[in-house]
């Protein structure tokens, strides 16, 4: 069980190894509760492989140690939804809880909304929706992978905002990827830079600094320290 130190995760010494490819090697790390944690790393990396495997979908050695009584929320990347004849308001009734405080949450007040076809909605709408699933089960954890696929530029950091008042309204963890630095400063508490292995893992607001860029961006080193240890 996790220690009573605030933190909702500690991953120590995880890896990957699928078809003889190594996708995540010795990985550690702790995530306090009510933060957003920021997941860094060129294409390839193992950021998605990451959060596949916090949620239990991969084998893997090493240790997962979520706190009691968590509850995950997931939002993919990428969902295919063009050929699916389902409305919104049938893909949020999947989840068990009230879709119409989870659209809330999203800033999706025009509730037509949820008589469209999932197929239609724009990119914007559609990831607002996602998230709004994500949050049906009112989860205390949220893993979000690119949360912004598919948006356009003008709509990508109300999005981000979006999910740091849920963070701080509902009091949940946030775990997200992403791969743009002027989010990672501005919404993320603290960041963890993969490259198969850890690179950095600490404060967000230290990626403009010269030496800790060479780090996540520069050749290669595994890093030990483990946030918070």
Request: with cysteine.
């Given at each position: 069980?996790?220690?009573?130190?605030?933190?909702?995760?500690?991953?120590?010494?995880?890896?990957?190894?699928?078809?003889?490819?190594?996708?995540?090697?010795?990985?550690?790390?702790?995530?306090?509760?009510?933060?957003?944690?920021?997941?860094?790393?060129?294409?390839?990396?193992?950021?998605?492989?990451?959060?596949?495997?916090?949620l239990?979908?991969?084998?893997?050695?090493?240790?997962?140690?979520?706190?009691?009584?968590?509850?995950?929320?997931?939002?993919?990347?990428?969902?295919?939804?063009?050929?699916?004849?389902?409305?919104?308001?049938?893909?949020?009734?999947?989840?068990?809880?009230?879709?119409?405080e989870?659209?809330?949450?999203?800033?999706?007040?025009d509730?037509?909304?949820?008589?469209?076809?999932?197929?239609v909605?724009?990119?914007?709408?559609?990831r607002?929706?996602?998230?709004?699933?994500?949050?049906?089960?009112?989860?205390?954890?949220?893993?979000?992978?690119?949360?912004t696929?598919?948006?356009?530029?003008?709509?990508?950091?109300?999005?981000?905002?979006?999910?740091?008042?849920?963070?701080?309204?509902?009091k949940i963890?946030?775990?997200?990827i992403?791969?743009?630095?002027?989010?990672?400063?501005?919404?993320?508490?603290?960041?963890?830079?993969?490259?198969?292995?850890?690179?950095?893992?600490?404060?967000?607001?230290?990626?403009?600094?010269?030496?800790?860029?060479?780090?996540i961006?520069?050749?290669?080193?595994?890093?030990?320290?483990?946030?918070?240890?």
């Open positions: 069980m996790v220690d009573a130190n605030g933190y909702i995760l500690k991953v120590s010494n995880i890896g990957v190894n699928l078809q003889n490819q190594t996708l995540l090697d010795h990985v550690s790390f702790s995530v306090k509760k009510g933060t957003t944690m920021a997941i860094l790393g060129p294409n390839g990396a193992g950021k998605t492989v990451l959060l596949r495997t916090l239990n979908l991969l084998p893997h050695t090493g240790s997962i140690e979520w706190t009691e009584k968590v509850k995950i929320g997931y939002v993919p990347q990428y969902v295919t939804v063009s050929d699916v004849p389902m409305s919104v308001k049938e893909f949020l009734s999947i989840g068990k809880g009230n879709y119409i989870a659209l809330d949450s999203v800033r999706l007040t509730k037509s909304i949820l008589n469209k076809r999932l197929g909605l724009s990119g914007g709408q559609l607002r929706v996602l998230i709004a699933w994500a949050l049906t089960d009112r989860p205390n954890v949220l893993l979000l992978d690119e949360p696929t598919g948006v356009d530029m003008d709509s990508e950091e109300p999005i981000y905002l979006m999910l740091n008042d849920i963070k701080k309204t509902q963890t946030i775990l997200l992403t791969h743009n630095i002027h989010i990672v400063q501005e919404y993320a508490d603290d960041l963890l830079a993969l490259n198969k292995c850890v690179t950095y893992c600490g404060p967000s607001s230290e990626i403009g600094k010269p030496n800790i860029q060479k780090q961006y520069g050749e290669t080193v595994c890093v030990e320290t483990q946030k918070g240890e």
